[in-house]
């Protein structure tokens, strides 16, 4: 199975370590979807935008884990989406993102050079 992450379990950030036994897959970016920082984490819902994000094959017991990290609290909800390396899961934000930043570009490895809206 695979996994699309965009925030905080992408390389090199604060949850990678989250991602130690799964495989890279590549790079994508998924149309529809606009990303917003809820502090020292991102959420996507629904929207007119893309995110840029890392696709990784996993298994079973790392999806129940990241799983157990996300959707605890209902705070996401695991969505199937299609990507270049075959469906894959997505953690879309379930909660408000009224007076949240939006990140325009769509990547949070760049939302420190955005200006403040």
């Given at each position: 199975?695979?996994?699309?992450?965009?925030?905080?379990?992408?390389?090199?950030q604060?949850?990678?370590?989250?991602?130690?036994?799964a495989?890279?897959?590549g790079?994508?970016?998924?149309?529809?979807?606009?990303?917003?920082s809820?502090?020292?984490?991102?959420?996507?819902?629904e929207?007119?935008?893309?995110?840029?994000?890392?696709?990784?094959r996993?298994?079973a017991?790392?999806?129940?884990?990241?799983?157990?990290?996300?959707t605890?609290?209902?705070?996401?909800?695991?969505?199937?989406?299609?990507?270049p390396?075959?469906?894959?899961?997505l953690?879309?934000?379930?909660?408000?993102?009224?007076?949240?930043?939006?990140?325009?570009s769509?990547?949070?490895?760049?939302?420190?050079?955005?200006?403040?809206a």
């Amino acid at each position: 199975m695979r996994i699309i992450v965009y925030g905080s379990l992408r390389r090199k950030q604060g949850n990678s370590h989250w991602m130690t036994n799964a495989q890279w897959l590549g790079d994508h970016q998924i149309e529809g979807f606009e990303l917003y920082s809820l502090g020292h984490y991102p959420g996507v819902i629904e929207g007119n935008g893309a995110v840029h994000c890392e696709v990784y094959r996993i298994d079973a017991s790392t999806l129940a884990e990241l799983d157990a990290l996300r959707t605890k609290g209902g705070e996401y909800k695991r969505y199937l989406t299609q990507t270049p390396f075959g469906s894959a899961w997505l953690y879309v934000y379930q909660r408000s993102v009224a007076g949240r930043q939006r990140i325009m570009s769509g990547d949070w490895l760049k939302r420190d050079e955005e200006p403040e809206a």
